[in-house]
C-alpha cells in the first residue's frame, strides 16, 4: 500500500519561510517524479513543482513559485522537501505530494498523494 505523507505546514507571516516533507512508502521511491501541488480555497488544485526520480537532477516550476520554492529529495529517506522562501499571503493553500512515474505536471498523470498541509501567510 502506498501512502504519501506531508508535514511542515503551518501559519507564518509573509516573507517567512517553511519547510515542507513528504515521506513515501510502499513504493520504489527513486524510481518516480515527485509533485508538489497546491489548492487555494474556492480554487482548483494547481501545479507547484516537480522533481525526477533517480538523480533528482531535474526540477520544473510553476512560474508563481519560481525563484523562491526549491524542490528537492532523498531518495536514502524516502522524502521530497520543497523549501517556500519568501512567501506571500497568495501562496496560502492546503499543500499535497504526489507521485508519478514520468515527468508531468498534469495533476491527472499522478498516482499517488499525499493527504495535504495547511499552510497559511498572514500580511
Known amino acids: 500500500q502506498v501512502q504519501l505523507v506531508e508535514s511542515g505546514g503551518g501559519l507564518v507571516q509573509a516573507g517567512d519561510s517553511l519547510r515542507l516533507s513528504c515521506v513515501a512508502s510502499?513504493?520504489?521511491?527513486?524510481?518516480?517524479?515527485m509533485g508538489w501541488f497546491r489548492q487555494a480555497p474556492g480554487k482548483e488544485r494547481a501545479f507547484v513543482a516537480t522533481?525526477?526520480?533517480?538523480?533528482?537532477?531535474?526540477?520544473d516550476y510553476a512560474d508563481s513559485v519560481k525563484g523562491r520554492f526549491t524542490v528537492s529529495r532523498d531518495n536514502a529517506k524516502n522524502t521530497v522537501y520543497l523549501q517556500m522562501n519568501s512567501l506571500k499571503p497568495e501562496d496560502t493553500a492546503v499543500y499535497y505530494c504526489?507521485?508519478?512515474?514520468?515527468?508531468?505536471?498534469?495533476?491527472?498523470?499522478?498516482?499517488?498523494w499525499g493527504q495535504g498541509t495547511q499552510v497559511t501567510v498572514s500580511s
Open positions: 504526489a507521485a508519478v512515474r514520468s515527468f508531468s505536471r498534469s495533476e491527472s498523470a499522478y498516482a499517488y
Open positions: 510502499g513504493l520504489t521511491f527513486s524510481g518516480y517524479y
Open positions: 522533481i525526477s526520480g533517480w538523480s533528482g537532477s531535474t526540477g
